[in-house]
């Protein structure tokens, strides 16, 4: 049976070229990093081309850049480290409702520590309003927390617009930014745009390795480390460091930037061709979010009124076909996105709604034939 996997928001398939950068990290560039002979200066040298290769992709210092275990440990690295350097001049910290669990379960954790939340609510696109967020900067906000893109919809957040906001606020509020989805479908500049303090990325949505990621720390913003015990990272995350990992994420960007372009076209015209084909043969067809250049050109979520989202991912599964309900994250507890929830989605749109995602190594062919079985599951289905 064919395979067409459209789940590349969840993960994406590791390259050949990462697979074997890591394979030769392991097998042959296996030294450590911090050891001073040969073998260790092969690794360190793996460490240094991949921090450059990020630098370059978000326009920032290599020296600003530091490895993580994913997304998730650098929100969790930015978030936490800046509410403990900013806390003696308040207490109040802004976040969207429609951030990453890696974002939202922090925030949480800091409000039972004593810090006070603000959550900013989306448009029904699933768009922040900049005048919520002016209404919601006070003297004592100390940190601000915006996703680039959201990972269930692809909704592009008004990040430099808000970086502008924030510190003409504040000389003391910090702005982080989960760009885990964004990085490398849509560019990010950080030279140009410096309000932003903060910036998280993964590989594995770029098509390397799991377990890797890095975490952009503006130069001067003086946090304390994440972890203690070496001097890795400079003395900031302590630890030998995954140079197969860091090897799979410097390939995955190496072929990424010869082909940047071409992948960016490539998906926006794959999504594009789907939406067409399910909007010409399903009826009552609804698309959560943005259509225009506010959205993500790879991420389609989409409900099919009248079948159940969880129902439609296990009856296209058998044909091969691969998408999800939402955030990876969540979709095994089986509970309604809080996004979609928070974009004030009725209860229908709510409980049908799936998410679909492309990578550059998708095929006009398998989006026509993964249309051809939506419009198959809503006869059937909805018949049930």
């Known amino acids: 049976m064919r395979e067409i996997y459209l789940d590349n928001s969840a993960t994406t398939m590791v390259i050949p070229e990462a697979a074997e950068a890591m394979v030769e990290a392991c097998c042959v560039k296996y030294g450590n990093p911090s050891s001073l002979h040969g073998k260790g200066i092969e690794a360190e040298k793996i460490i240094k081309e991949t921090r450059e290769r990020i630098a370059e992709f978000l326009n920032c210092s290599p020296d600003e850049i ?37 974002v939202l379960e922090p925030v949480k954790e800091l409000e039972r520590r004593g810090f006070e939340v603000s959550y900013l609510s989306p448009s029904k696109d699933g768009i922040i309003s900049l005048e919520d967020l002016k209404k919601e900067l006070r003297p004592d906000t100390i940190l601000v927390s915006i996703m680039h893109a959201n990972n269930e919809t692809g909704s592009v957040q008004p990040i430099y617009e808000a970086a502008e906001i924030i510190k003409n606020s504040s000389d003391k509020a910090l702005f982080h930014v989960d760009a885990v989805q964004s990085f490398g479908k849509i560019n990010i500049n950080l030279k140009k745009e410096k309000g932003i303090d ?32 070496g001097d890795q990272e400079g003395k900031m995350r302590a630890g030998t460091e995954n140079v197969p990992g860091i090897a799979g994420f410097g390939a995955a960007l190496k072929a990424l930037k010869n082909n940047v372009e071409d992948h960016q076209k490539k998906i926006k015209g794959l999504k594009e ?9 399903i009826q009552d067809v609804v698309i959560n979010g943005p259509l225009d ?26 044909w091969g ?19 979609l929830k928070a974009m004030g989605l009725k209860k229908e749109a709510l409980e049908s709604a799936v998410r679909v995602s492309f990578s550059a190594f998708n095929t006009e062919e398998e989006v026509d034939f993964a249309v051809e079985k939506f419009k198959e599951a809503a006869e059937e289905l909805r018949d049930l």
Request: with cysteine; glycine share 12%.
């Open 293 to 318: 250049e506010r959205a993500l050109p790879n991420i389609v979520n989409v409900s099919v009124l009248g079948v159940k989202g969880e129902v439609l991912v296990h009856y296209l599964e058998q």
């Open 198 to 229: 903060f910036l998280s990325v993964s590989a594995h949505k770029i098509h390397g390795p799991k377990g890797i990621g890095a975490l952009f720390i503006r130069k001067g913003i003086n946090i304390s480390p994440y972890v203690y015990g």
């Open 66 to 102: 530091f490895f993580t275990s994913g997304g998730t440990e650098a929100n969790n690295w930015a978030l936490f480290k800046a509410a403990e350097k900013l806390k003696r001049f308040g207490k109040h910290i802004i976040t969207t409702s429609i951030e990453h669990s890696s």
């Open 321 to 339: 076909i691969y998408i999800s309900t939402g955030s990876a994250c969540h979709s095994r507890g089986g509970s309604v996105s809080h996004v």
């Open 273 to 281: 061709r789907f939406i067409s084909g399910i909007k010409a043969g």
